[in-house]
C-alpha cells in the first residue's frame, strides 16, 4: 500500500482565496483525522470521521474550515476565505479501528503559505 | 475530553547518552492507549512505541522505552544510546475509545524537539 496520500505536498496562496487540501487514506482504513501544525500550537485535531461520517469537529478553527468524505477513499479540508494565520502543516492521517488499539498512519502533510 | 501535556519544548542530549521525555495526559477513560510518535525533519510521523493502560508493565522498543504511572496520568518516553537518526520532533499521544459507531479519538501533545548532538 502507498499510505495515506496528501495532495498539494506544498500550497501558497493570497489571502481571500479559496484552498482545498486533499487525502487519500490507506485502503481499507475507516476512521480519518485531520490534524494542523503549527509552531505555536503543535498538533491540533481540526476533526475526523468513523465510516465516513464526520464525529467531531469541535476542533475546526471556524467556519471558514469546512471538511467532507464523500466516499472511503477521500477526503478534503477546505478553507474558504483563507488567511495569513492559517499557515500550517496541516496532516490527514488514517486507521482501521480496532478499539483504543488502534495506530493511526500520517500522510506527509500539505504546507499551507497564506500570503 | 483529553489533553495531552508535554512541558518540555526542546532537549539536547550527546550522542550514545540517555534522554527522557516528560508527557502528562488527562482523561475520563478507562479504555484508552498512549503513544509515542516521531517526527523527523522529513515530516513523517512514525510510531515509536505504544502502551495500554490496563497493562502496568512499561512497554519497551529497541532502545525506546516508557515509564508509565497511571496514578499520576505520567507516561514518559526514555531513549537510551541516542543515535543521530534520532533527532526529531516526539509526540505523545492519548487514544480513547468513544463508541463502535464513533471510532477512536486520538489527542496529541505539543512536542518536544530533541537533539542528538555528535
Known amino acids: 500500500d502507498a499510505g495515506v496520500i496528501q495532495s498539494p505536498r506544498h500550497e501558497v496562496t493570497e489571502m481571500g482565496q479559496e484552498v482545498t487540501l486533499r487525502c487519500k487514506p490507506i485502503s481499507g482504513h475507516n476512521s480519518l483525522f485531520w490534524y494542523r501544525q503549527t509552531m505555536m500550537r503543535g498538533l491540533e485535531l481540526l476533526i475526523y470521521?468513523?465510516?465516513?461520517?464526520?464525529?467531531?469537529d469541535s476542533g475546526m478553527p471556524e467556519d471558514r474550515f469546512s471538511a467532507k468524505m464523500p466516499n472511503a477513499s477521500f477526503s478534503t479540508l477546505k478553507i474558504q476565505p483563507s488567511e495569513p494565520r492559517d499557515s500550517a502543516v496541516y496532516f490527514c492521517?488514517?486507521?482501521?479501528?480496532?478499539?483504543?488499539?488502534?495506530?493511526?498512519?500520517f500522510g506527509q502533510g500539505t504546507r499551507l503559505t497564506v500570503v | 475530553a483529553q489533553t495531552v501535556t508535554q512541558s518540555q519544548p526542546e532537549m539536547s542530549v550527546q550522542e550514545a547518552e540517555t534522554v527522557t521525555l516528560s508527557c502528562t495526559y488527562d482523561?475520563?477513560?478507562?479504555?484508552?492507549?498512549l503513544f509515542w510518535y516521531k517526527q523527523p525533519p522529513s515530516r513523517q510521523m512514525i510510531l515509536v512505541i505504544r502502551?495500554?493502560?490496563?497493562?502496568?508493565q512499561n512497554a519497551t522498543e529497541n532502545r525506546f522505552s516508557v515509564n508509565f504511572q497511571k496514578a499520576a496520568k505520567s507516561f514518559s518516553l526514555k531513549i537510551s544510546d541516542s543515535q543521530l537518526g534520532d533527532t526529531a520532533m516526539y509526540f505523545c499521544?492519548?487514544?480513547?475509545?468513544?463508541?463502535?459507531?464513533?471510532?477512536?479519538?486520538?489527542?496529541f501533545g505539543g512536542g518536544t524537539r530533541v537533539l542528538v548532538k555528535p
Open positions: 470521521f468513523n465510516n465516513n461520517v464526520p464525529i467531531d
Open positions: 482523561t475520563s477513560e478507562n479504555n484508552y492507549y
Open positions: 492521517a488514517s486507521s482501521f479501528w480496532q478499539g483504543a488499539n488502534t495506530e493511526a498512519f
Open positions: 502502551q495500554e493502560a490496563y497493562k502496568q
Open positions: 499521544a492519548s487514544s480513547s475509545y468513544v463508541s463502535k459507531a464513533a471510532g477512536n479519538k486520538l489527542t
